[in-house]
């Protein structure tokens, strides 16, 4: 009775010391990870691509303002340095955004667009009548529509390329709210506008008195209707301003 419970004992051991090698070899085999590690893993895809507020690589040109986080190599930068240029742009019906988004392509530019807090809807732009928001705010010169978002590491860029369209001879004040709001200091700003016949009225000198701290430079017109095929003058304009 003695041997037959001793070789009981021992089958049972054997048996339980089997099962518990199955299990932990289903355990290596499922692949967990410690808890900390997937914490960790799940941190660093948060972040990734994280673009919130501000700038956007220019090869991923953005409808929203977006940002670039300091950790990631800007996608304008193939070799993952810091991109120098910087396009900026308001656009509310699509001409100047054309045009800032070739030039963003042809100079590797991130690109950020100034967007309104408060949006402009067509009846804001009719300027046939002066009562309606965007004439209201141009007869204003103290009217500093607001912006959403902002540019982070902006002393970043050495030049910024701003794009705006000329609203009654002038940048639209929202402009001006973007030029109080940054520091421009040792900068350069190339200066374009997208109009319906009107030119560059005299802008560059408005953003030279603005900015005194910066260089600008002569700046680009281009018609609204011939905002979609602007290469050419970009590229002639970037040739005479030594940016190409
Ligand atoms: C309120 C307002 C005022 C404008 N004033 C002028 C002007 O003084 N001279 C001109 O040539 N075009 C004027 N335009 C036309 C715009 O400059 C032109 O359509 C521009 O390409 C629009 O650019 P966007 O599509 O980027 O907003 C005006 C447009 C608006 C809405």
């Given at each position: 009775m003695k041997k037959l419970f001793t070789v009981f004992v021992t089958l049972a051991l054997v048996l339980g010391l089997a099962a518990c090698g199955s299990g932990k070899e289903e355990e290596d085999l499922s692949g967990s990870v410690p808890p900390e590690a997937s914490v960790q893993a799940a941190e660093e895809k948060s972040t990734e691509g994280e673009n919130t507020e501000g700038t956007q690589p220019s090869s991923d040109v953005q409808e929203e303002n977006g940002l670039e986080t300091d950790e990631e190599p800007s996608l304008g930068d193939p070799e993952g340095g810091e991109v120098k240029a910087l396009v900026v742009y308001f656009s509310a019906t699509g001409n100047t955004k054309a045009v800032a988004q070739t030039l963003a392509g042809l100079q590797e530019a991130d690109i950020y667009e100034i967007v309104p807090q408060e949006p402009y809807s067509e009846e804001d732009l009719n300027y046939s009548d002066s009562t309606?928001?965007?004439?209201?705010?141009?007869?204003?010169?103290?009217?500093?529509?607001?912006?959403?978002?902002?540019?982070?590491?902006?002393?970043?860029?050495?030049?910024?390329?701003?794009?705006?369209?000329?609203?009654?001879?002038?940048?639209?004040?929202?402009?001006?709210?973007?030029?109080?709001?940054?520091?421009f200091s040792g900068k350069t700003i190339a200066p374009f506008c997208t109009s319906g016949g009107s030119g560059l009225s005299g802008t560059p000198g408005t953003i030279a008195e603005l900015e005194s701290g910066a260089t600008v430079l002569e700046g680009l017109a281009v018609s609204g209707s011939g905002a979609d095929s602007a290469q050419s003058s970009v590229e002639k304009w970037l040739g005479d301003i030594g940016q190409d």
């Open positions: 309606t928001r965007a004439t209201a705010e141009q007869n204003d010169p103290d009217a500093r529509p607001a912006i959403q978002g902002g540019i982070t590491n902006f002393e970043q860029y050495e030049i910024v390329y701003v794009g705006y369209p000329i609203w009654w001879g002038d940048m639209p004040r929202i402009l001006y709210t973007f030029f109080d709001t940054y520091d």
